[in-house]
T-cell receptor
């Protein structure tokens, strides 16, 4: 068990460019979540998957954002036409479903995005 | 909808003193409650969770929290602060059934005074 991993750890991009982040969950976890954390705030829910199905999307997830989990394993989060307001830490978490431990989400180290 | 409020964005305590971080929740159904810790430039680590079993929950690193339904609170305590406890602490809530997304508070930064 190597934990949840996220790549890249840091990304600096210019306004208007597209960026893509990757999350690799803990191998036996079938649920995967994306959160966004801005400076001085708690994480805010963006979306989550059960296996490859995207079950819920927050209203924070504008049409410039898209997330996929094509084979129910890793997930990608893409932001198109980035804006300065997209600058934040993007956190990924994973969990299992079916037991009490399914209410425990394990977080990755995050990807810090800076839009200049 | 559910929400949490963390009272005090910054808390300072002396090394060896009691740590008390406050969290109040709002939920239309019995909640699941969590405390996470975040060190600089890192992700979140689960300290402890309340999932409708015992109301006094013990977690890692000597932390514990008590679920008080009458007060809608889930305050985090540690009897004796250590320098390594300096970090950001987040309280979070999720619904009991089905939807398990976490709703976080704004966090409390804990500083330990030597």
């Amino acid at each position: 068990d190597t934990g949840v991993s996220q790549n890249p750890r840091h990304k600096i991009t210019k306004r208007g460019q597209n960026v893509t982040f990757r999350c690799d969950p803990i191998s036996e976890h079938n649920r995967l979540y994306w959160y966004r954390q801005t400076l001085g705030q708690g994480p805010e829910f963006l979306t989550y998957f059960q296996n490859e199905a995207q079950l819920e999307k927050s209203r924070l997830l504008s049409d410039r954002f898209s997330a996929e989990r094509p084979k129910g394993s890793f997930s990608t989060l893409e932001i198109q036409r980035t804006e300065q307001g997209d600058s934040a830490m993007y956190l990924c978490a994973s969990s299992t479903r079916g037991t009490e431990s399914s209410y425990e989400q394990y977080f990755g180290p995050g990807t810090r995005l800076t839009v200049t | 909808a559910q929400s949490v409020t963390q009272l005090g964005s910054h808390v300072s305590v002396s090394e060896g003193a009691l740590v008390l971080l406050r969290c109040n929740y709002s939920s239309s159904v019995p909640p699941y409650l969590f405390w996470y810790v975040q060190y600089p430039n890192q992700g979140l680590q689960l300290l402890l969770k309340y999932t409708s079993a015992a109301t006094l929950v013990k977690g890692i690193n000597g932390f514990e929290a008590e679920f008080k339904k009458s007060e809608t609170s889930f305050h985090l305590t540690k009897p004796s602060a250590h320098m390594s406890d300096a970090a950001e602490y987040f309280c979070a809530v999720s619904l009991l059934f089905g939807n398990e997304k976490l709703t976080f508070g704004t966090g409390t930064r804990l500083t330990i005074i030597p």
